[in-house]
């Protein structure tokens, strides 16, 4: 069984019977750090304190952060470059839109992405079914251009990420203002869920709680 956890802000957790992945652990943002958590693969889209912290994770895991291509344990990952800012990364520098599948489905994490897609960039990720895209402007898309994206890449399942809440003092949108452009949103009261063949069923925007 596919499952999906979120930890707060990029920071989840993706697994099934044979293998677990970690995006973007982050430090003492406000959310709660997770104990003796552990992964097989952890991803990291930049180098920045919120996206970087790997000693958070226990486990012989592998570590990637870079752009390319890697597999492991039945997992294929492709790291593909983009920037962190509307400037070439003179602002803030590099991201990775990360890609990869587990359990017979395709995920796309967005990591810090600064600015709007083009079809290079579509044509290279090909196929997504789970996307989990920044929303909250400012260091990142505001809510507008994750939502022009979210159209673009045309998922089945898309989670909202990096959004202002009562714990994280940063200055970003809170998820409603994602959501007031969305018809199809659904709320879990629960901060991991199931990937089962009937949330697959149609279309959807999901929002969980943190842990």
């Not at 226990?58 to 870079?66: E, S, T």
């Not at 994490?109 to 996307?131: N, R």
């Not at 260091?139 to 898309?158: E, G, N, Q, V, Y």
């Not at 809440?165 to 901060?191: C, G, M, R, S």
């Amino acid at each position: 069984m596919l499952k999906i956890k979120w930890f707060g802000h990029s920071m989840w957790k993706i697994w099934d019977e044979h293998v677990s992945i970690i995006t973007d652990p982050f430090t003492d943002i406000g959310y709660p750090l997770p104990e003796n958590e552990k992964a097989d693969i952890v991803l990291s889209s930049h180098d920045h304190f919120d996206h970087n912290n790997f000693k958070l994770i226990k486990g012989d895991y592998l570590k990637v952060d870079k752009t390319g291509e890697f597999s492991h344990k039945g997992v294929s990952i492709k790291n593909i470059h983009t920037w962190h800012d509307t400037s070439a990364g003179k602002d803030r520098g590099d991201n990775l839109l990360m890609r990869f599948s587990i359990g017979g489905k395709t995920f796309l994490h967005c990591g810090d992405l600064g600015h709007m897609i083009g079809k290079d960039i579509l044509d290279q990720l090909g196929k997504i079914d789970v996307l989990l895209i920044p929303v909250g402007g400012h260091f990142t898309i505001d809510s507008l251009s994750a939502k022009k994206i979210a159209d673009m890449i045309d998922p089945i399942l898309t989670f909202p990420m990096h959004y202002k809440t009562n714990v994280l003092d940063f200055p970003i949108a809170h998820k409603e203002e994602y959501l007031k452009l969305v018809n199809d949103h659904q709320h879990i009261d629960n901060n991991e869920i199931a990937l089962t063949k009937e949330l697959f069923s149609e279309k959807r925007t999901l929002t969980l709680n943190y842990s």
